[in-house]
Nanobody, 124 residues
Framework: DVQLVESGGGSVQAGGSLRLSCAASGYTYSSYCMGWFRQAPGNEREGVATIYAGGGRTYYADSVKGRFTISQDNAKNTVYLQMNSLKPDDSAMYYC??????????????????WGQGTQVTVS
C-alpha cells in the first residue's frame, strides 16, 4: 500500500521557519510527482508547491513564492517543504500528495493519487 506520512508541523511566531517532511513508501518514489497542499478551517484546499518526478521542475502558489521551497531526497523517499518568513495566513493543515502523472491543474487537488494525513502549522 502507498503511504505518505507528514511531519514537522508545529506552532511558530510570525517571521519564523518550519520544515515539513513527507516520507513515502509502497511505490517507486522517484517516478512520482509530489505536492504540498494546505487547508485552513472554512477555506478550500490550496496547492502550495509541487515538484516533478525525480526532483525536476517546481511550481509554487503565488502566495508562497520566495518564502517556501519544495525539495526531495530520493535516497530517503522524502519530500520537504521549507517554509520561511511565515505569516499567520500560512496557518493550516498541510498535506502531501503523490501523483503518477503530473496533474494539469495541480493546485486544485485533482489528479493526485495518494494523500497523507496532514500536519498542523500554526503561525501567531
Amino acid at each position: 500500500d502507498v503511504q505518505l506520512v507528514e511531519s514537522g508541523g508545529g506552532s511558530v511566531q510570525a517571521g519564523g521557519s518550519l520544515r515539513l517532511s513527507c516520507a513515502a513508501s509502497g511505490y517507486t518514489y522517484s517516478s512520482y510527482c509530489m505536492g504540498w497542499f494546505r487547508q485552513a478551517p472554512g477555506n478550500e484546499r490550496e496547492g502550495v508547491a509541487t515538484i516533478y518526478a525525480g526532483g525536476g521542475r517546481t511550481y509554487y502558489a503565488d502566495s508562497v513564492k520566495g518564502r517556501f521551497t519544495i525539495s526531495q531526497d530520493n535516497a530517503k523517499n522524502t519530500v520537504y517543504l521549507q517554509m520561511n518568513s511565515l505569516k499567520p495566513d500560512d496557518s493550516a493543515m498541510y498535506y502531501c500528495a503523490a501523483a503518477r502523472r503530473f496533474p494539469v491543474n495541480w493546485s486544485d487537488g485533482s489528479g493526485w493519487d495518494d494523500w497523507g494525513q496532514g500536519t498542523q502549522v500554526t503561525v501567531s
